[in-house]
DNA sequence: ACGAAGTCTGTGACGCTGTCCAAGAGAGCA
DNA sequence: TGCTCTCTTGGACAGCGTCACAGACTTCGT
């Protein structure tokens, strides 16, 4: 009964996964901000010392949280027709995976994670570029186009609802005197795009710009 | 003599001005996180707290930093014959001028900052857009996609050059294990993409994809 | 010429952060 | 019982942004 849960309960059943889940908590309820080494640790009912001996210090407990959160966001099967389609799919779980959790998302991006937060989903997608005649370099730098411009979205969408009004886009743009801007886009920029929507019609150009159309699904083999 | 240079060289001939140039020289030279209030004050020779008098708090300290340095992005001439070429230069300038002073891009990408950095070459942007024929709404969404898959490029070069060896994106793909994955994709994704014309031919495809071609330049008037 | 008002500067503190040393408590084994 | 290994803790350290306060200097009104 008391050996069941390996040998790591000696004093107060404290474990690596389970401090990572609770900062994975602590950081989409409350915000990145809120995750700080010893608020952590108060929440857990521990010393502060005691997470750096389970998991690390701060950075180490950010790539393990961004990891293991990682693993869940691949999941999701991958649906579509042809290959290229599913390269776009997996593109669109990158997006929505990263916007789901936001703040994971940003505590990430914010420490050069992103990569990683998103490893499998990016393997994932190396698949489908082979399956659709895509390989080697082009493979490499196809995903590499892909993860870029997708990143640049996943940024764009945290700063619209995270960002004080003030220096948002709309009004920065807006507020930038131009006489010879038409006042019908003077007045559309001053408004939001919606973004997911963008996001699908500009990925899309960016996956058929690299990936071949479908030749009866065998171009390579 | 002492009248020459305004009114406000009353005690130590501190002004607004030229805190912000020192601190972005600090921030160029010595990396962003050298950047700090204590530091950029005894680079002044001065008290943290004349900072505060003259400029503000750290957040409007970036801010004004931000602006002050974008307003110099914008002074290079846009080249290009057709409106939708120049809207291609105008991506590569937001690029090639973010990565000219990568330090600031990163303390500008790392606090929301980004669109106040580029919104004068967006408002440039947005001219060559209605040059080409698209204003409104149209004109908002392709300056929002242009731009988000710039920003995307721009952190991914970011990243490139500032990340710990044992995770940067090529170590970490490399790493994972498939045993369906093409030996030879394998491999490259162990190597980095070039990025700068992998930067190129992506945003061709993007514009592309939101101006339409040129309709002998009067598709619009 | 003298004092009041306004403008700038410096001192020093507050609360917060990540980090870690040194000491202790508990379990298992001899 | 005592030794060893594993885990936990308290408390300190240096650094950060921020600001209340008091002092110094200039300018102006009288």
Redesign the pocket.
Known sequence: M??TRS?????????AGGILDRAIALARDEGA?????????AE???????????V??????LTAMVQRHGERLAETPITGDTARERVLAVARLIWEGALADREITRLASSHGLSSLHAQHLELAMARELQEAGVVGESARDALRAITACVGGFIVAALLDDALPTDHRRTSVLAHLEDPGLDPTTRSALATSSHLPSLFDTTLQAVVDSLVPADLSANAYL
Chains 1, 2 share one sequence.
């Open positions: 008391a050996e040998r790591s309960n000696r004093h107060a059943g404290l474990e901000d809120a995750l700080t080494m010893r608020r952590l640790a857990l009912g521990v010393a502060t010392t005691s997470i750096y001996w389970h690390g210090n701060r950075e180490q407990l």
